[in-house]
């Protein structure tokens, strides 16, 4: 039976500070999911999953805009929910303390929109077709009748790209998700195939994209905002990505080229008023050939791997000496001294957990030399053979 297409919708919409025109254009891109959820939302109890990093300084554009929260929470119980209520597990901060931070616990509180960490993680239960047969995952979600991915536009070391099925590693608990970057950290491939299952695992019915103001550069912690301009939506994660991400200028995303080795990627269309083609400023990437699709054998890729992967670089001029680098290191290859990290590079797994977490973005991704000569011969071979 041939699938029907996923709709995936888009809105303008240029700012936050308008609140009307926020609401209107994410009230636009949940209507075509409505309409797909059956029964619709009402008397239904809706959990958001929003990606909140971490809340460091007015405008973090780390997290989903505040206004975004709130006027998705709104839209929810406008839409007839009996229930929304917003959960989320930052690495460092807590819920609760992300919200407070951002100035709309009162707001929440006044639409009786509760706000929590997860705090029960067990082994889920996995589809047939997940790769992995070990995933806790927070329990919380069975709790509800759906669940709303709300992702944040930006860029990633790792993944180059975060959207909405990165954005659902939040459901893995802190301990869980440091086990799973030394499990798996040293093949993207493989961290990709782990995202994918959650996805899964969880299906969230509802998924919007804030890519009103995007983060660009040294994400997902610490990139520079740039706008965009644009609410996006889908009821499938994955059909949203890629359905954005090339108009976020990444035509080949790892994740999305794993989903497709699975076949997983449902086909979609777009819907609404689409953005033109706006390239974010990726980081520096790990690159295609280094993870690898070209077999070699495992000793030699784990040698070539470490001489050729982007390496996490310090700058000292932005370094504040917090240590919270360290504490976040899965394998501990980072210790301080003198007041400053220092990285054991031959144990690093290249996982930029590091990179991500520093509140002064003083840790870049930095590509070492051959991985730029990679990178052109990679270039030259696609732009003569094509994909
Ligand atoms: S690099 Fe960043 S996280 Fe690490 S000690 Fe310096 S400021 Fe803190
Ligand atoms: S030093 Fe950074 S990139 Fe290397 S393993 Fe530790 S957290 Fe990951």
Known sequence: MTQSPVR???ARCASYRDRRLLRAAIEQVLAVQIEDFPGGVSGKRIMLKPNLLAWRREEDVACVHPAFLLESARAFLDAGASEVAILENPAVQT?????????IADELAAMNVRVANFEHFEKASLPANAR???LELAREYLDFDAV????KAKTHGMMTLTLCVKNLFGLVGGSGRMGWHLAVGRDFAMFADMLLDIYLTVRPRFNLLDAVVCMEGNGPGSGAPTPRGF???ASDALALDASSAPLLGVEDLLLLRSAERRGLLTPFLYAGDVPERNPLLLPDPPGMLTEWGVPLPPFLKDRLRNWIISKPLLDPEKCVGCGLCVKMCPPQSLKLEDGRPVFDLPNCIRCYCCQEHCPKGAIVPKK??????LERFESCVRFLFGK
């Open 231 to 233: 609410v996006a939506g």
């Open 368 to 373: 070492t030399l051959p991985m730029r000569g």
């Open 95 to 103: 819920a609760p303390a992300i919200i407070r931070s951002m100035g």
């Open 148 to 151: 709303c991915d709300i992702a």
């Open 8 to 10: 995936t919708a888009y």
């Open 132 to 134: 992995f047969r070990n």
